[in-house]
T-cell receptor, first 111, second 110 residues
Framework: GQQVMQIPQYQHVQEGEDFTTYCNSSTTLSNIQWYKQRPGGHPVFLIQLVKSGEVKKQKRLTFQFGEAKKNSSLHITATQTTDVGTYFCAGVANSGYALNFGKGTSLLVTP | DTEVTQTPKHLVMGMTNKKSLKCEQH?????MYWYKQKAKKPPELMFV???????INESVPSRFSPECPNSSLLNLHLHALQPEDSALYLC?????????FGSGTQLSVL
């Protein structure tokens, strides 16, 4: 079945440093989504990427979808303490019907 | 702020108890979901309702029984749970495949 792998599992940065998490699927995805879950909170939708090679920006966050629609990345420029949380990618296979979540990357930002 | 409301926020129950989790959304979404999330793990899909009909059951044990009384409400009935069922139970609705999660019910089974 479809698997969505995400790395790294954990990342600890100093405030102001950049951060990147990577997501890779074993099968071609129809779209990929990113969610953020703060400690003690629930996942919150960030963005959806649909097109091959798509790049979207939200302030300091940059999301990319690979040309083959099998991988994606989330890059945060100049992290802030408010960026703390777990970032999940979630993909829908071309032949599938439900989101498959990656294991998530937990980001810790120290001042 | 989430527009998917879940009650209760916390629940402690014994293995012989019967309880229900409730979820409500008024965004007009026609797909609703139950997810289970263990600490430091991703959400795991349990059930999907589409237009008030159960469309996906991810091989969930029968001690979990979902119900969708109408397009705005989703319940999860719990009976004879095991301690390993302790987790955060998340309800979600979707529009164009984007999920909107509720705050969840933190369930502890003793």
């Amino acid at each position: 079945g479809q698997q969505v792998m995400q790395i790294p599992q954990y990342q600890h940065v100093q405030e102001g440093e950049d951060f990147t998490t990577y997501c890779n699927s074993s099968t071609t995805l129809s779209n990929i989504q990113w969610y953020k879950q703060r400690p003690g909170g629930h996942p919150v939708f960030l963005i959806q990427l649909v097109k091959s090679g798509e790049v979207k920006k939200q302030k300091r966050l940059t999301f990319q979808f690979g040309e083959a629609k099998k991988n994606s990345s989330l890059h945060i420029t100049a992290t802030q303490t408010t960026d703390v949380g777990t970032y999940f990618c979630a993909g829908v296979a071309n032949s599938g019907y439900a989101l498959n979540f990656g294991k998530g990357t937990s980001l810790l930002v120290t001042p | 702020d989430t527009e998917v409301t879940q009650t209760p926020k916390h629940l402690v129950m014994g293995m012989t108890n019967k309880k229900s989790l409730k979820c409500e959304q008024h965004m007009g979404h026609r797909a609703m979901y139950w997810y289970k999330q263990k600490a430091k793990k991703p959400p795991e899909l349990m059930f999907v309702y589409s237009y008030e009909k159960l469309s996906i059951n991810e091989s969930v044990p029968s001690r979990f029984s979902p119900e969708c009384p109408n397009s705005s409400l989703l319940n999860l009935h719990l009976h004879a749970l095991q301690p390993e069922d302790s987790a955060l139970y998340l309800c979600a609705s979707s529009r164009l495949e984007k999920l909107f999660f509720g705050s969840g019910t933190q369930l502890s089974v003793l």
